[in-house]
């Protein structure tokens, strides 16, 4: 088997290290012998809807969405098919506000998104910065790290990622944080997010190679590194 990863952007959201979800991508993969492409997707540099299994944009300032933001409008059409075609879309922070309808910056337009998720983003009077956990339908929790000023609502039809516990999620005001649209995710759980949630990691790994292998299982890795991570995220504070 081979995971396809496209990591769009790569050059421009990269300043808040969402590229160890890459490598947390890539290594749970390699160690289950999956063999595994990236592919640095940049300006005006075509991304073949047919050809791969997982979507990832990291987060960024207002100044590199600005940069990228007509790139990937222009590519919205190929996104939503692989979306349609079951692909998962990864998405932190600044890539997840332009998965919404859009993201109005403190300065500037405002910036059209692609309208993956029925949700839209404005830049608010504070940064909420500091240490989230959340809490998914499920029961699991999710640990990361927060840094953005925009406030993301979500459509009445679309679920959060999780409930926040701890930090302050999509908007500060109500509890959701991040989103979930099939195998779409938006998230604002930098961290990186992946290495210290293991479980959802090969979440994503399954559900990616499923469009191509059908229902797959993976199997079990010694997690103890990651868990105890995990365990020491859950007691830090906002
Ligand atoms: N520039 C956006 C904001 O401040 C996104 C920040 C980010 O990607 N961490 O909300």
Not at 39 to 63: C, N, T, V
Not at 178 to 204: E, M, R, W
Request: aromatic content about 8%; glycine content about 12%; proline content about 3%.
């Amino acid at each position: 088997m081979q995971l396809r990863i496209a990591h769009l952007y790569a050059r421009f959201l990269n300043i808040y290290g969402d590229r160890g979800n890459i490598i947390a991508l890539t290594q749970r993969a390699k160690w289950r012998n999956i063999d595994v492409e990236v592919s640095a997707i940049g300006l005006d540099q075509a991304a073949d809807p047919e050809h791969f299994d997982l979507y990832f944009i990291g987060g960024g300032q207002d100044k590199q969405q600005q940069i990228i933001a007509q790139d990937l409008v222009k590519r919205s059409q190929d996104l939503k098919k692989a979306a349609e075609q079951g692909a998962v879309f990864l998405t932190i922070c600044g890539g997840y506000q332009l998965l919404g309808h859009y993201y109005k910056p403190h300065e500037g337009e405002e910036l059209k998104g692609i309208s993956l998720i029925d949700a839209y983003t404005v830049a608010g009077n504070r940064r909420m910065i500091g240490n989230v956990l959340i809490r998914r339908e499920d029961d699991s929790t999710l640990v990361g790290f927060e840094n953005h000023s925009g406030q993301t609502f979500l459509g009445s039809g679309v679920k959060p990622l999780g409930q926040v516990i701890v930090g302050n999620g999509n908007n500060g005001e109500d509890k959701g944080e991040g989103a979930q649209v099939g195998h779409i995710y938006g998230t604002y759980l930098h961290g990186s997010l992946l290495p210290k949630n293991p479980v959802f990691t090969d979440t994503l790994i399954r559900q990616a190679l499923t469009r191509r292998y059908g229902a797959i299982e993976l199997a079990p890795l010694d997690d103890a590194l990651e868990t105890t991570a995990h365990k020491r995220a859950l007691t830090l504070p906002a």
